[in-house]
């Protein structure tokens, strides 16, 4: 959701944004980036303390890396994802996936792929959304031909795609001028 700068600032917004296992703080005196890097400390340092306690549910975790994610703290995300394994808290799918959005925002598309090995590796099914990512993370890089043979392999393996994987692919096609490609991808799918 992008709203204009002013609208930002405003008290609404920062209270309807903010994270619930975060304490609130008076927002109106504060700018935008300091809310966020105020935010983002609060944030880690909520993830180090549940790291040091016993039985924390895992959905705590996800609540704190959704919320990086969803600020673009990618590098934090990454940082505190393998801190957790250090720990030896086992990453379930949810995880690992948000993992592979980190991996793909930062151009890592390596990484992404490694991470989704290891998803295929401790034998979780992957779900439209983990494969849509990766498909996307090779289109933003330009390697449309990559995500569709991505797509045509995963298919092969039995794995369900919805149509969003079909927009990522008919969008890469267009930006790299591949209309007609598009529009025959388009065609199949509604056949």
């Known amino acids: 959701m992008w709203l204009s700068k002013s609208v930002r600032v405003s008290l609404l917004p920062s209270i309807a944004k903010f994270p619930p296992f975060l304490p609130m703080h008076n927002s109106l005196f504060c700018s935008h980036s300091h809310s966020q890097t105020s935010s983002h400390d609060e944030a880690v340092s909520q993830f180090n303390r549940l790291l040091r306690q016993r039985d924390v549910p895992p959905i705590e975790f996800g609540k704190i890396l959704g919320f990086l994610v969803e600020m673009k703290r990618y590098p934090t995300a990454i940082s505190l ?13 949810i995880r690992l996936s948000l993992l592979i959005n ?13 991470v989704f090995a290891k998803i295929l590796k401790r034998g979780y099914h992957p779900n439209a959304i983990t494969l849509n990512t990766l498909m996307r993370g090779l289109c933003d890089k330009g390697d449309v031909k990559e995500a569709l043979n991505l797509h045509d392999k995963v298919i092969v393996l039995g794995f369900r795609l919805d149509q969003f994987t079909y927009g990522i692919l008919i969008n890469g096609l267009s930006k790299i001028g591949k209309t007609e490609a598009a529009i025959e991808l388009l065609r199949t799918i509604q056949a």
């Open 81 to 93: 994802i393998r801190q957790m394994e250090l720990k030896g808290i086992h990453n379930n799918l």
């Open 102 to 114: 980190c991996f793909c925002h930062l151009h890592k598309l390596g990484f992404a792929f490694s």
